[in-house]
């Protein structure tokens, strides 16, 4: 059984920055696509980031490019999210989602099979 548990998340003043931590189990890392969403209320979900688990490959989004950088802790068999520079519009529940895939390139788009619970990130002086 697949589950992903995130966490990390928290009030941040502007200009900040946190790590977001997904927890994975139930997967073989190799054979899966893993992303970060977010969504923001009222707003629709948008990918932030996601990575090839065979590859390592990462994409991320333009909103967030230059800030976001993927990581993968092999003890802790967790991929992590650091943000920094965050804005108020940055304010969102962050969502960790798992794909099963042999695409050698990871997707943004919100079609992934598994998903957690989210966690809630509040950027605000």
């Known amino acids: 059984q697949v589950q992903l548990v995130e966490s990390g998340g928290g009030l941040v003043e502007p200009g900040g920055s946190l790590t977001l931590s997904c927890a994975a189990s139930?997967?073989?890392?190799?054979?899966?696509?893993i992303a970060w969403f977010r969504q923001a209320p009222g707003k629709e979900r948008e990918g932030v980031s996601c990575v090839m688990g065979n590859s390592f490959i990462r994409r991320y989004a333009g909103s967030v490019e230059g800030r976001a950088t993927l990581s993968r802790d092999s003890i802790k068999n967790t991929i992590e999210l650091q943000l920094t520079y965050l804005q108020p519009e940055d304010t969102a529940i962050y969502y960790c989602a798992a794909e099963p895939t042999n695409s050698d390139f990871c997707s943004l788009e919100s079609a992934y099979q598994y998903w957690g619970q989210g966690t809630q990130v509040t950027v605000s002086p």
């Open positions: 139930g997967i073989i890392w190799d054979d899966y696509a």
